[in-house]
């Protein structure tokens, strides 16, 4: 897909929102002018600030629901599902069992305008999937009238949701992008593969369409695949296209986990930046095609001009997380991706003086919002953590390790491997520290995440006696089936088809 947008100039350096100096917080400068709005209008502090309805209380929900919390804000969360964390939470004041976006758009949309008018005001909504940015689009022009949605009317949300138009808008900024092509069968496949460069990132054009509903199973439960020939890019294709026969190729960008960039931001309705803080990911899970479980905030101004120029260019406003991969043999920060909406780790920004989910609301609300700087932390590392990603993937590291391990010496082999997996977690969390479920003043959802990973480890370690015992007893019939006849008990006296 083509795009007519206008070309800017790109640099490293940020078009400021504000001076560096910065006497208040932009939560700060909000809650200032809260306050003289509501001293000038009389209006009662429940009035002033309409409620908030977060879709689906996972990671990016209830991080929405924390930095909220203390300001008289009514945050109630929608969850179709049983069993989430979030919805343990006392951040939430109430947890409605809604249906699913995805699969019952329109039950949701009945839902929601009967929700409505059990609230005062216009609530305020926060998507946090894709798969809700799509239904409140879909569904706009009858939601717009009952709630204010993130985005206005004839936003390029969708434009921006689409990869393929992305890396055209990029590369027309002079953006480092990865060249990225789309294919519509198997035979497409392998004719543009003859142009790229292996290895290939195979992922979808948006990344919605691998998530539909019994489809996310069957391509392999991740976001995209690393092909190092055209060989696995041929096998890899057939299930791949059971999700959807077009997929995107994109040239690797090589790197590691922590070479992956981001810029977290909110441009204002007004078009301007009310507030950025940047950050990279540490580790992601599955590595190198995942979702980072460890992302640290860090002062990254090389990815600040290109993110705000490329929003700019597209004429976003709203929340955004804009990705980049550090190619560090030439020192370039290739795009890939942008995320429109709330993201798992947004909560981090408030250890920068960057509070994402206040200053979308208090815009969303007519709220005068200061733009602001952000500040991080000096000779402090800051990171947040999705504590049961982390632990799933550390032990399924020790697993392969042990089960690699030679029979001589495995017990002294299985201790080298705990006590090497402790000193890979207690550097990942060293320093300040931000949970995604875990808080002391917060404890049930990380309780509850708990015991349901123990329940997974325990049922994951029967399964793996099971198979073993399994293997083991094979072995014995097949051994006991391949004895000479003088062996093998009644074939000894009476003959059998061993003779």
């Not at 203390?70 to 939470?89: M, Q």
């Not at 803080?277 to 640290?296: A, D, H, N, Y």
């Amino acid at each position: 897909m083509s795009t007519s947008l206008p070309q800017s100039p790109v640099s490293d350096e940020a078009p400021a929102p504000a001076r560096r100096a910065r006497p208040a917080t932009a939560a700060e400068s909000a809650e200032r002018a809260l306050r003289a709005d509501k001293a000038r209008s009389g209006a009662t502090e429940a009035a002033a600030l309409p409620p908030v309805l977060v879709m689906n209380p996972y990671y990016s929900g209830l991080g929405i629901a924390r930095c909220l919390y203390g300001r008289s804000i009514s945050v109630l969360a929608l969850c179709s599902e049983r069993g989430v964390p979030g919805t343990k939470s006392r951040y939430f004041d109430r947890v409605l069992n809604a249906p699913n976006g995805r699969d019952e758009p329109q039950a949701l949309c009945d839902f929601l305008m009967k929700t409505a008018a059990g609230l005062e005001g216009r609530p305020i909504v926060f998507p946090t999937r894709d798969f809700d940015v799509i239904f409140l689009e879909r569904y706009r022009e009858v939601l717009a009238e009952h709630f204010v949605l993130p985005q206005p009317e004839g936003s390029p949300i969708l434009r921006v949701m689409d990869k393929l138009e992305l890396a055209s808008v990029a590369g027309g900024l002079g953006i480092a992008t990865p060249k990225t092509v789309a294919c519509i069968s198997a035979v497409d496949v392998d004719r543009r593969a003859d142009d790229m460069r292996f290895p290939l990132i195979v992922k979808p054009r948006f990344a919605y369409q691998w998530r539909h509903k019994g489809l996310w199973e069957k391509v392999g439960a991740q976001k995209a695949f690393i092909t190092a020939t055209r060989e696995e890019l041929r096998a890899l294709y057939p299930r791949l296209s059971l999700a959807s026969e077009e997929v995107l190729l994109q040239e690797y960008v090589a790197g590691e986990d922590a070479d992956i960039y981001v810029l977290c931001a909110y441009i204002g309705r007004d078009g301007e930046p009310k507030g950025y803080f940047t950050g990279r990911k540490v580790r992601q899970s599955p590595p190198l095609v995942g979702t980072g479980c460890v992302v640290e905030a860090l002062d990254r101004p090389a990815v600040v001009g290109p993110s705000l120029s490329l929003l700019k260019a597209f004429g976003y406003t709203g929340i955004a997380e804009v990705e980049f991969k550090h190619h560090r043999a030439t020192d370039t920060y290739h795009l890939i991706e942008i995320n429109p909406r709330h993201w798992d780790q947004h909560e981090l920004g408030t250890v920068a003086g960057i509070n994402i989910s206040w200053l979308a609301y208090a815009d969303m609300a007519g709220l005068p919002v200061e733009p602001t700087m952000p500040c991080y932390p000096s000779g402090v590392r800051c990171v947040w953590v999705a504590e049961p990603e982390l632990a799933a993937d550390l032990a399924r590291n020790a697993l392969a390790a042990i089960a690699a391990a030679p029979t001589r010496g495995r017990w002294r082999h299985t201790l080298a491997t705990i006590a090497a997996a402790w000193r890979e977690a207690t550097t990942l969390l060293r320093g300040r520290r931000i949970f995604a479920l875990s808080r002391l003043d917060d404890p049930w959802p990380g309780a509850v995440a708990a015991l349901a990973f123990a329940r997974d480890a325990i049922a994951g370690l029967r399964r793996r006696v099971a198979r073993q015992v399994h293997r083991q007893q094979r072995s014995v019939d097949d051994a006991g089936t391949d004895r000479p006849a003088s062996q093998s008990g009644p074939n000894a006296t009476t003959g059998g088809p061993h003779d």
